[in-house]
């Protein structure tokens, strides 16, 4: 992946089960490629960006939550991609397409704003010191992502890393057009896997909204 920024995702060994190739083979109806495909997909419409989003649960979530609501959901790895289909198709849901790639690629050539919503839940987490840099949420992701906002806008962020979340609460600072909340909001309620695996292992999960001000 020839991304502009550092990869804000694992390595991963991007093994893909029969049923993801399978699901794959209609990527091509689902795929968007520009953002420009985005706002075609979107146009007229309440609109969510839903990035890193996993095996695709929180994203179908999303889709029954917010009905007549656009959903453009991002993921670097095609086995991702391949269970979301699997659950798009076995559902007849029409309102999904997917972004393959790192989603600030396609964010970063034109904007309009159109997205009201924006989900990035458990970004990876990026622990030791060294590698914080790589963690998506920094202040770059913030000025990438606000000229595809509309007014109002809300993003909503969950990590279990403590870590991840001091950096995030520390951003809000420099935030000035965002209003910043930290808490329990029922558009993220939705256990995703890396929210369960969190809970097993007895880390607090801490959710954070941005709202756009101006
Ligand atoms: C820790 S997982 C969380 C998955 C899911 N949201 C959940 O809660 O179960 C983080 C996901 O974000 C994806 N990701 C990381 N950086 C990304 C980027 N720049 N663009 C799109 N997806 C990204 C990773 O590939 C990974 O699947």
């Excluded at 890396?194 to 809970?199: G, H, L, M, N, P």
Aim: aromatic share 12%.
């Amino acid at each position: 992946m020839n991304s502009a920024y550092l990869p804000s995702f694992v390595k991963r060994l991007g093994r893909i089960t029969e049923s993801q190739k399978n699901n794959l083979k209609d990527l091509s109806f689902y795929e968007v490629k520009t953002i420009a495909d985005c706002w075609e997909f979107v146009a007229n419409s309440n609109a969510i960006l839903d990035i890193g989003f996993g095996d695709g649960d929180f994203t179908i979530s999303l889709a029954e939550k917010f009905p007549n609501t656009r959903i453009i959901a991002s993921e670097v790895y095609k086995s991702g991609i391949g269970s979301l289909l699997g659950k798009v198709k076995a559902k007849q849901i029409e309102d999904i397409k997917v972004f393959l790639g790192d989603v600030r690629d396609i964010l970063i050539s034109e904007s309009k704003p159109v997205f009201n919503k924006v989900f990035v839940m458990f970004p990876d987490p990026w622990q030791k010191a060294r590698h914080h840099k790589r963690r998506l949420i920094s202040p770059t992701f913030f000025k990438i992502i606000k000229p595809h906002l509309t007014d109002k806008a809300e993003i909503f962020i969950s990590t279990d890393w403590e870590n991840y979340s001091e950096s995030i609460i520390a951003l809000k600072d420099s935030l000035t057009d965002f209003l910043f909340e930290e808490g329990v909001f029922t558009e993220t309620t939705f256990e995703t896997r890396f929210a369960k695996r969190a809970i097993k292992e007895g880390r607090l999960i801490k959710t954070f909204k941005f709202t756009l001000l101006k």
